[in-house]
């Protein structure tokens, strides 16, 4: 009965919540079925009843947020009820069976793609983080709604990500500009990709989005009068001809200026397209009357023209675009398109939703959208190395990309940096396997030339059927597509010499790094890293390092595992190993639960001082070497750690008296005089300083590293106060 009050209580607490996703719902022009929504919510709610986030709120308002950014983005039913629930397998004791039971096979098939592979061990993060995308991209081939909801989730994690550790929040920002924001992009949901982009800058380069956001925030007024102006002068001009038309202004989005500014080195004054304007109509032919309307009422800036509705982006978006110049002499970008492509601009894939664009099966258009998830899919089914997939999202995703042309005239886009023989293996595989050679623009070019837009490239080939691609492309090609048909064929025709250029160079690597095993042992250990890395036996561990299907550098940290854990099977650590002949002082004022009289080492990775709180490692024939509980080497929960018995609690003595050292890192505006202000500020308060490192930023700020002397939390803090003081620090932290 407490129970049941409990949740009724709850209910009314976040019944607000769950009104504007109601609200949301109803103002759309789809039909809903609220009864399923009404219990999806009610079950997350109850399941997560004792759950709050890291900020203190309850868990509960996270899936009903996402919920609402799907029903902004005007999803259906089993996927606002697949957001509400998309947590519930993984963090509380529902299972799929029991969402497929309650709910439907289709909802428990969302909610599963989302859900991360947070059980199973993996030997890296990296590792972990290119198994979940590819669960995700799996699911994604089966239903493309999986990748909506995880862009939503992953949205929301960053509109509330303030509360994370700094380096969490940078390694997720890292994550959405590396993988999630290029598959928004691809996928053409602009208003995903763009806020994601912005708010992972923000964590990423803070300094660099707090100019651009101020210098917009600056012009704001004349902006917005600006574009006022520029709006009514173009209606002017386009409606005596076009009496439907639409016209709306926007400004570049905080990263797509940071692009510009920070990685292509132009000022503010330089990137012409941050104001633009879109002028949306019904037809095509409207579209490019307006074209001229425009270039007639304003003059257009040369090479600065762009038709994307002949030659569509591979996300489908289609729009002209023109940069101009009024009389204010300042530049701007208009936008032609009409009412579907600019639904399909905004929204895109979603917008099949949306604005029921048609999403039965066997629909050209949407199929035509979706090809690129199967091509990364079959590209990846001969591929052991988890690792390359993400990769293959950084390369194949990239927003940029070039158009060139076949001969005959066919059109072919290609990511930036992509060379011709990615061009040659975009044709078909067998273009690639059997090219010699290349021309563009009727001039014989090497290899590894990089394709420009615009050019006509023409691709030489022999005849003999013996003849194949180089190894040494690997190492040329941009896109997965090119690497994965030069890996099928060396996989398919030189399965031989595979093995013995695998076998040849694992046998080198042990040598180089140490491993000396007997012939039995080896058998056993080769084994082991096979099963780990989903081969079938050890001569196909050797084939697929042979062909390039499994990079043996990246293999390193795995082997280095699974030979420490061969050693200790022989050799039980002992914990008499760690005592040290001599007492208590050894131990610099740390207490080891359970052990007395040990050798204590600070680890160099996170520099604990008092007032942190401490965790020791039993090391062999080191003693203990002491961590920060947070440090990024010592596991979440210890508990499921395969080495926990050496994990032993630590704690700081009282009165403890000695010195520690510890890093700060300080962030500045550049200026004659700064470090010498730096080392009489430290100097003065007796501060000794061990080592100091600095080194400009491209923004044109520095940043200097420094290793002192501190007593404990409360000296540091002091120390990094002081430091702030000095004229010109924008930040510091400790490292």
């Not at 602009?190 to 956001?213: C, F, G, M, N, Q």
């Not at 006022?228 to 439907?244: A, G, M, T, Y």
């Not at 400004?251 to 000022?267: L, P």
């Not at 199929?367 to 293959?392: C, F, G, H, P, S």
Request: aromatic letters at 6%.
């Amino acid at each position: 009965m407490e129970e049941v009050v409990r949740l009724s209580e709850l209910r009314k607490a976040y019944y607000s919540d769950y009104e504007q996703l109601k609200e949301l719902l109803s103002q759309s022009s789809h039909s809903f079925d609220n009864d399923m929504i009404d219990k999806a919510y009610n079950l997350a709610l109850e399941a997560h009843k004792d759950q709050r986030r890291i900020s203190g709120i309850p868990y509960i308002l996270h899936p009903t947020s996402v919920a609402c950014i799907l029903a902004e983005l005007g999803m259906d039913t089993e996927s606002i009820v697949a957001a509400l629930l998309h947590d519930v397998v993984e963090d509380t004791n529902y299972t799929l069976q029991d969402i497929e039971k309650i709910f439907s096979k289709d909802i428990s098939v969302l909610v599963d793609g989302v859900t991360k592979l947070g059980k199973i061990p993996y030997s890296s993060r990296e590792e972990q983080q290119a198994e979940n995308i590819r669960k995700m991209l799996l699911a994604m081939s089966k239903d493309i709604r999986v990748i909506i909801i995880k862009l939503a989730d992953r949205l929301h994690n960053m509109r509330t990500i303030e509360c994370m550790e700094p380096q969490k929040r940078r390694d997720k920002a890292l994550e959405n500009m590396e993988v999630y924001a290029p598959i928004a992009h691809r996928l053409g949901i602009r208003t995903i990709k763009e806020e994601l982009e912005d708010l992972s800058l923000k964590y990423l380069d803070p300094v660099a989005y707090k100019e651009i956001e101020d210098a917009l925030e600056l012009r704001r007024e004349d902006r917005e009068k600006f574009l006022s102006i520029i709006k009514k002068r173009i209606k002017e001009k386009v409606s005596p001809f076009i009496k439907d038309n639409y016209l709306e202004g926007r400004v570049k989005s905080i990263n797509g200026i940071y692009r510009k500014m920070f990685v292509k080195g132009y000022m503010m004054e330089e990137i012409y397209d941050i104001y633009a304007v879109r002028v949306i109509v019904d037809t095509v032919n409207d579209c490019y009357n307006v074209l001229g309307i425009i270039h007639e009422a304003f003059r257009p800036i040369p090479n600065r023209f762009k038709d994307y509705i002949s030659t569509p982006k591979p996300n489908m978006y289609q729009s002209l675009h023109t940069t101009v110049i009024g009389k204010e002499e300042i530049p701007f970008e208009v936008q032609i398109r009409t009412w579907e492509m600019h639904h399909t601009a905004e929204y895109g894939i979603a917008a099949h939703w949306k604005y029921k664009l048609g999403i039965n099966k066997g629909n050209d258009s949407l199929e035509k959208r979706l090809m690129w998830i199967k091509n990364i899919i079959e590209n990846q089914k001969e591929e052991v190395d988890a690792i390359d997939l993400v990769r293959t999202i950084k390369s194949d995703l990239v927003p940029e990309e070039v158009f060139v042309l076949t001969p005959k005239g066919e059109v072919i886009n290609l990511p930036t940096g992509a060379t011709v023989i990615d061009f040659a293996y975009a044709i078909h595989s067998e273009v690639g396997n059997r090219m010699i050679g290349a021309k563009v623009d009727k001039r014989i070019v090497p290899f590894d030339y990089k394709v420009q837009t615009g050019q006509i490239i023409e691709i030489l080939t022999t005849k003999e059927a013996s003849h194949g691609p180089s190894r040494d492309w690997l190492k040329i090609v941009k896109t997965s597509e090119a690497r994965s048909k030069i890996r099928q064929w060396f996989k398919r025709e030189r399965r031989e010499e595979n093995i013995a250029e695998g076998k040849t160079e694992v046998e080198r690597e042990f040598k180089r790094i140490g491993i000396n095993l007997t012939s039995d042992e080896m058998q056993e250990f080769l084994s082991s890293i096979a099963e780990r890395q989903h081969c079938r036996d050890i001569n196909h561990l050797y084939e697929a390092i042979g062909y390039g299907g499994i990079q043996l550098v990246r293999l390193i940290p795995i082997i280095k595992e699974e030979y420490n854990k061969l050693k200790r099977t022989k050799e039980p650590i002992k914990i008499n190993e760690i005592i040290s002949e001599k007492k208590n002082e050894s131990a610099k004022g740390v207490i080891i639960d359970g052990i007395d009289n040990c050798l204590i080492k600070f680890s160099k990775c996170c520099n604990p001082i008092p007032g942190d709180e401490i965790i020791g490692f039993i090391t062999r024939g080191y003693g203990v070497s002491l961590h920060k509980r947070n440090c990024v080497n010592v596991p979440m929960d210890i508990d499921k750690s395969e080495q926990k018995e050496r994990w032993v609690k630590a704690h700081w003595a009282q009165n403890e008296k000695n010195d520690f050292e510890s890093n700060v890192r300080v962030l500045s505006t550049d200026r004659t005089g700064l470090l010498a202000d730096i080392t009489i500020s430290l100097s003065s308060i007796h501060i000794p300083i061990h080592a100091l490192n600095a080194g400009k930023l491209k923004n044109g700020n520095v940043v200097i590293y420094l290793k002192i002397t501190v007593k404990n939390m409360e000296n540091l803090k002091s120390i990094m106060s002081r430091l702030r003081k000095i004229n010109g620090v924008i930040d510091v932290e400790r490292k």
